[in-house]
């Protein structure tokens, strides 16, 4: 392993995700999947959809 991949893998250690970093992470990765399964799946459904699961009352699964 070079000198350089090792400071890179070192400094990745010390890398703090903030919470908008993880959410738009978690959204990368429903959209990514999803479009696999159906190519009409947009990045703005796919937000749309977690902004509304942030709203409370907006779904309830327990009906469903």
Avoid: C, H, W
């Avoid at 908008?20 to 999803?34: L, M, P």
């Amino acid at each position: 392993m070079t000198i350089y991949l090792q400071d890179l893998l070192e400094a990745a250690k010390k890398f703090v995700l903030t919470s908008e970093d993880k959410e738009q992470q978690r959204r990368s990765v429903a959209y990514g999947n999803t479009v696999i399964e159906n190519s009409r799946i947009t990045r703005e459904m796919v937000d749309r959809e977690a902004d509304a699961l942030g709203e409370p009352g907006k779904y309830n699964f327990a009906n469903q």
